[in-house]
């Protein structure tokens, strides 16, 4: 979901980056009204980090990564996971990949704008009682990740070179594999939560479903 140096102008890299700030600021003042929210966003960017690095590679126009994004969603909230997502790029940016810096509000706003519709559409409806439940998880996986395409495909229409829609269907089906994988390990993680539901550590760090 990367966009590579170059794409684009530089008037839209800060039109996105003011964008991008704007929807991090309309967040982060749960984060003082509820301060367990500063934990669970400092989970949901370890966790991020940890996904993002673990797999990548190039695909099509962009780059394939196993985010992780329902484990995190789902266990850890809205907020935490939205800034998280933020922070994450921001400390991959500093560590790892500086160049990638330079697209920080764009490669967030490719998370987080999907997050968003997918938090106000089928994760109100789904996630509260369906987070052990395979088929809804995949729901939200499928609607997640092909927002993410279609972000990435709205950049690369306003880049300064036409890329091939070739290049971007590519992309965009190369994450067919983590809409199917994801889910199991969703499922997974929420249910071994559940299990440990009563211990303060876990009331304290995880936002965790309640069991049906």
């Not at 673990?54 to 789902?74: D, Q, T, W």
């Not at 266990?75 to 990638?100: K, M, N, S, Y």
């Not at 997050?115 to 997640?144: F, P």
């Amino acid at each position: 979901m990367h966009i590579e140096p170059g794409i684009l102008s530089g008037a839209k890299i800060a039109a996105a980056n003011l964008t991008a700030i704007g929807l991090a600021a309309a967040q982060a003042p749960q984060l003082l009204k509820q301060p367990q929210l500063v934990l669970r966003t400092l989970l949901a960017a370890l966790f991020f980090s940890v996904f993002m690095q673990s797999f990548h590679l190039p695909a099509g126009a962009s780059e394939l990564h196993f985010i992780g994004a329902m484990p995190i969603y789902l266990t850890l909230g809205f907020v935490p996971t939205l800034l998280g997502f933020g922070l994450g790029l921001l400390l991959q940016g500093v560590i790892f990949e500086p160049a990638d810096l330079l697209h920080l509000g764009v490669n967030f706003l490719s998370l987080a704008v999907p997050l968003l519709a997918l938090h106000l559409g089928l994760g109100r409806r789904l996630a509260a009682g369906a987070a052990t439940e395979i088929r809804s998880v995949l729901k939200l996986d499928a609607a997640y990740y092909a927002g993410v395409a279609i972000m990435v495909g709205f950049w690369l229409s306003m880049g300064e070179v036409a890329t091939p829609f070739a290049e971007w269907m590519t992309f965009a089906a190369a994450y067919l594999p983590v809409v199917l994988i994801e889910p199991v390990l969703t499922v997974a993680v929420v249910r071994l939560l559940q299990s440990q539901a009563h211990r303060p550590l876990v009331q304290l760090c995880f936002a965790v479903p309640a069991s049906r």
